[in-house]
């Protein structure tokens, strides 16, 4: 299936009890830029007599980094445990009096600490010559907060966007579901298997 879109990338913290995975509320992650999957899996080989007798792999989680935009500060403060705080700064603007304001800003220290979230989104793809959405959920994902890359404008005009990190696992359903995968006929339908899935 070619995809060759990505959307409405959402974020809900992921919470377990006895058996059973609920959801808070869902948040946009950001708009939404690029998505990327890599399952890891754990591998053992048996050879006898001179040759490979046994293999087994199983899945036993993966990486997953989201690209956008930018991540709103409600959604840094849910995934990497950010700590919104406010500076009260005097400044004279030019060709102004001085005024004084207030600048707010998250903070990431030695005691923050990222929770697991689920992790849903939908793609736009081409099925045997037909247009479906390629719906995504990751059950149970950990993030630390983007890299900041930053450079001086020249002549040309480059954009850095967050790119953030983590790793997903087994959640604690008695399936140890990781990662799922469905087709939607049409683009509503897509938002709203979205949102069936992080209820």
């Avoid at 690029?34 to 046994?54: C, D, F, I, K």
């Avoid at 993030?143 to 966007?161: C, V």
Wanted: hydrophobic share 40%; charged share 20%.
């Amino acid at each position: 299936m070619p995809q060759f879109d990505l959307r409405g990338i959402k974020v809900a913290k992921y919470e377990a009890s006895n058996g059973a995975v609920t959801h808070g509320t869902p948040m946009s992650a950001g708009d939404a830029m690029t998505a990327n999957l890599e399952m890891r899996y754990a591998e053992g080989r048996l050879y006898a007599e001179s040759t490979l007798a046994e293999y087994m792999r199983k899945a036993t989680g993966g990486t997953i980094s989201l690209g956008v935009k930018y991540i709103p500060s409600a959604t840094q403060q849910l995934m990497f445990g950010s700590r919104a705080k406010t500076r009260s700064v005097t400044y004279t603007p030019e060709g102004g009096s001085q005024t004084t304001g207030e600048i707010s800003g998250l903070v990431l220290g030695a005691k923050t600490d990222s929770v697991y979230v689920s992790v849903a989104f939908y793609a736009p793809d081409m099925v045997d010559g037909t247009l479906k959405y390629t719906c995504v959920y990751i059950a149970k994902a950990l993030f630390g907060p983007p890299s900041m890359t930053l450079q001086t404008a020249g002549d040309n005009i480059q954009f850095n966007t967050p790119t953030t990190s983590g790793e997903f696992l087994a959640d604690d359903t008695s399936n140890q579901d990781m990662l799922e995968v469905a087709i939607a006929d049409n683009e509503e339908a897509a938002i709203a298997w979205v949102t069936a899935v992080l209820a």
